[in-house]
T-cell receptor
């Protein structure tokens, strides 16, 4: 029940295109869903996050769509740029639990071709 | 404002040895979590420290232990190293009552 499943494993998008990464979770107690971006040799950096009381959150070119009934959420990167090429991780957390530990997906390697 | 810092950046050890990794949290943060990230995988939660005590542990053996100091910095110790312990070890800090965890650059551990 602690799993977060992420797809696709890798993604190639043309510059200016839309990148879409999907995640699904099982534990309905999760109430915080962040997306992290990781470049080679670096630690993950928070990109955008959503709570389950809203269905969509947009920050610049990045949008999270959240479907509580389906237990799914996705990251959309609009106007994808070569600088967006990185590994993206979705995660989930239960803020009301003993800790705010993050359960991560397996990651999506995004390559944006110029 | 310095972010989360970790040392060393890289480390090579042999099987059976012991290792200590260090983390300084972001200014104003009092909670430190440690994660293990194997190559090509997402980070896995090891444990979290708050008020110098281990608050929760993930599915890791007792060979993994930690400590938090009064200045909120933290150490991760791994004893009797196995080849499978080779990974990127990440430290994340957060402030009590907030949801965001900020990650450091990690320590790359290679066990030969």
């Amino acid at each position: 029940q602690q799993q977060v499943k992420q797809s696709p494993q890798s993604l190639i998008v043309q510059k200016g295109g839309i990148s879409i990464i999907n995640c699904a979770y099982e534990n309905t107690a999760f109430d915080y869903f962040p997306w992290y971006q990781q470049f080679p040799g670096k630690g993950p950096a928070l990109l955008i996050a959503i709570r389950p009381d809203v269905s969509e959150k947009k920050e610049g070119r990045f949008t999270i769509s959240f479907n509580k009934s389906a237990k799914q959420f996705s990251l959309h990167i609009m106007d994808s740029q070569p600088g967006d090429s990185a590994t993206y991780f979705c995660a989930a957390s239960r803020l009301g639990g003993a800790t705010n530990k993050l359960i991560f997906g397996t990651g999506t390697l995004l390559a944006v071709q110029p | 404002d310095a972010g989360v810092t970790q040392s060393p950046t890289h480390l090579i050890k042999t099987r059976g040895q012991q290792v200590t990794l260090r983390c300084s949290p972001k200014s104003g943060h009092d909670t430190v979590s440690w994660y293990q990230q194997a190559l090509g995988q997402g980070p896995q939660f090891i444990f979290q420290y708050y008020e110098e005590e281990e608050r929760q542990r993930g599915n890791f053996p007792d060979r993994f232990s930690g400590h938090q100091f009064p200045n909120y910095s933290s150490e991760l110790n791994v004893n009797a190293l196995l080849l499978g312990d080779s990974a990127l070890y990440l430290c994340a800090s957060s402030a009590t009552g907030t949801e965001t965890q900020y990650f450091g650059p990690g320590t790359r551990l290679l066990v030969l």
